[in-house]
């Protein structure tokens, strides 16, 4: 090998000099930011925007030589990103594809109205949604949980609907949240407490839950201190801001429904489902919601009901329905989990907990001997944009013994164990352990916040083996481990075996959620998956709605597409710093580091949409 020669020294050392330079300029920029504290508006960060920050520690450096002389051009004048305007101040909580007007449009047949139904091309918005006026930052975990600005999600209609139920009240300038229910007013806390009498939550078995119809999901909120992970949904209807309430407080939510869709989550999922007086008609349509939740649920899981028809012998008169429909509810549920060989465990109260066999040959014999539909499709994985059917899931052959949380974050899944995923063996998969753990180290290098609690909600765009979840897991934070749908492994259900939650989702299209309802966005190798699929800019519109001001993004990619991503969101009020891999400048893959400026609406403003 050839000895380095003093010009190649220098060469590095440049780089290195350069490199370091900017990584002190934007420790000083988010330092700032964290300086003036939570929930407080950041003041600082807007000023520090206006004003600019001396960055130019060394003379300007050359990329030149790595980068044929790309970055060179972003700081021209013939580079001047696009600039995008705000939209007007009645879009601060645009939902695209859950919008209101657009959902009565549809028939309310089994809630089709209430699915996703996203804008066509020349209905989408091509403006920067923005904060509310007087919007702050959340409070930190903890604290979340129990309070939230009001200026951030301010409705207060459910203070007055729910107001015997302890799910929520106004007090001052923040939401208090007791921990109530619609099932559980006296506390989620005492609640969970009955449940954990039946099911195993406290040791580990039970890590992933899935909440249909949450409300504020205080639910989630509260397992959260036991080691379970809940995934929650609810419809945008007329409780209005319920999974925005969720989001607010720091609990995995997403807008979502029970309808004709299948639920975007991979089969066996889940260790427990849950439905507290959720409104779902279970027994109806030949039992296909149940049968969902079978596909979904892990063989050995648990479904919890609670609320009607439960113990309809002795509440039927507090609840102010006929016994006879009651009853009959009640029996069609029986009839159906019978059907899909789920034991009951106990029914008290207003409490039932039914465990789905984990026999699997047991099952299914008794399942033919009655004539059951089993489902046609061979991967029961394949839920994105699918239709729900009335018939039963085969269960998977390859399920395991998982082991419980936390150990079960790096053991090897079954999945992989068994050569499900094709050309991901327990090598690989250890790989991808080790690399992700590297690439974490790297990024709480770049930015210090990163386990400070700065950051609780956090999505992954393009989540892999959900490695970089494992690598930043933290009491403090929660990821969202999204497997686009162009991915090319179904990688989901490896996920969901590692005891991490996550969500099929087309990137083409807006995520069901609010506005401002994620802290840190990380995407790894996303627009090279999506090259002429749908428009970059649309993806970069959708992470900025999504992203609360002050928010921060990192993008890990080749260092082509990252320039075009500089320039773009150049012109969304989004600073940025470009950073080599952490293993040197001539890696040609590349890190780019975002922070979302902080402003919100101005009333007075105009917009072209």
């Known amino acids: 090998m050839a000895k380095p020669s003093l010009a190649d020294s220098r060469t590095r050392r440049s780089v290195q000099i350069f490199i ?73 909580d645009y939902t695209p594809c859950h919008d209101q007007k657009r959902a009565m449009t549809f028939s309310r047949d089994n809630m089709i109205y209430r699915e996703r139904h996203c804008p066509r091309e020349e209905e989408k918005l091509h403006c920067l949604i923005p904060a509310p006026k007087g919007y702050v930052t959340p409070f930190p975990w903890p604290k979340s949980r129990d309070y939230v600005p009001y200026a951030n999600a ?146 050995g899981g648990y479904w919890v009901l609670s609320g009607p028809p439960i113990h309809w012998k002795v509440h039927y008169k507090a609840w102010q329905r006929p016994k006879e429909d009651l009853e009959e509810e009640q029996r069609k549920i029986e009839e159906v989990a019978k059907l899909l060989c789920w034991e009951k465990k106990t029914e008290e109260n207003e409490i039932a907990v039914w465990q789905k066999m984990v026999d699997s040959e047991t099952c299914r014999s008794r399942q033919e001997d009655s004539g059951v539909k089993f489902c046609e499709s061979t991967d029961a994985d394949d839920a994105w944009n699918k239709k729900m059917e009335a018939c039963v899931t085969p269960n998977p052959k390859v399920h395991g013994n998982l082991k419980p949380f936390p150990q079960r974050l790096y053991a090897v899944p079954p999945k992989i164990a068994s050569g499900y995923v094709p050309g991901i063996s327990s090598e690989t998969y250890q790989d991808d352990i080790k690399k992700w753990k590297k690439h974490v180290t790297a990024y709480k290098k770049i930015n210090k916040l990163l386990d400070s609690g700065r950051y609780r909600n956090i999505m992954d765009m393009n989540a892999g083996l959900g490695s970089f979840a494992a690598a930043i897991q933290s009491s403090k934070l ?50 090279g998956l999506y090259k002429d699929k749908c428009n970059i800019e649309d993806i970069l519109l959708e992470m900025d709605r999504i992203l609360r001001p002050e928010g921060a993004v990192i993008f890990r990619d080749e260092v082509d597409i990252l320039i075009k991503v500089k320039k773009i969101v150049g012109g969304m009020r989004w600073d940025t710093k470009l950073v080599d891999h952490e293993d040197g400048p001539l890696v040609p893959e590349k890190i780019l580091i975002a922070v979302k400026q902080y402003w919100a609406a101005d009333t007075n403003a105009t917009s072209t949409q």
Request: with cysteine; aromatic share 12%; proline share 6%.
């Open 20 to 92: 370091v330079a900017g990584l002190c300029c934007f420790f000083y920029i988010l330092g700032s930011w964290q300086q003036s504290g939570f929930g407080k508006g950041d003041g600082l960060a807007l000023e520090i925007t206006k004003k600019g920050v001396e960055c130019d520690i060394v003379p300007k450096l050359s990329f030149d030589s790595h980068h044929g002389g790309e970055v060179s051009k972003i700081d021209g004048v013939d580079s001047m990103p696009k600039v995008f305007k705000p939209c007007k101040a009645r879009y601060t």
């Open 154 to 299: 301010p409705y207060k209609s459910l203070t007055v609907e729910k107001a015997i139920q302890n799910w929520i009240q106004y007090e001052g300038n923040v939401f208090r949240f007791p921990g109530g229910g619609t099932q559980f007013p006296q506390g989620a806390d005492k609640y969970i407490d009955q449940i954990a009498s039946v099911i195993p939550i406290e040791n580990g078995t039970v890590r992933t839950a899935l909440d249909t119809g949450c409300g504020v999901a205080s639910l989630g909120a509260y397992l959260w201190s036991r080691n379970v992970i809940a995934m929650s949904f609810a419809p945008r209807d007329s409780h209005e801001a319920q999974v925005q309430f969720a989001l607010e407080r720091g609990v995995p939510a997403v807008i979502g429904v029970f309808g004709t869709i299948k639920l975007p989550y991979p089969s066996a999922a889940f260790d427990m489902a849950h439905c507290s007086r959720c409104l779902i008609p279970w027994g109806a349509n030949g039992g296909i919601y149940m049968m969902e939740v079978d596909r979904v649920l892990r063989p």
């Open 478 to 527: 929660w990821v969202m481990n999204v497997v686009p749908t162009l991915a090319d492994k179904h990688t989901l259900g490896v996920i969901y075996q590692r005891g991490l939650i996550g969500i099929y989702h087309d990137w083409c299209e807006a995520f069901s959620t609010y506005p401002r309802t994620y802290d840190l966005i990380h995407s790894n190798g996303l627009f």
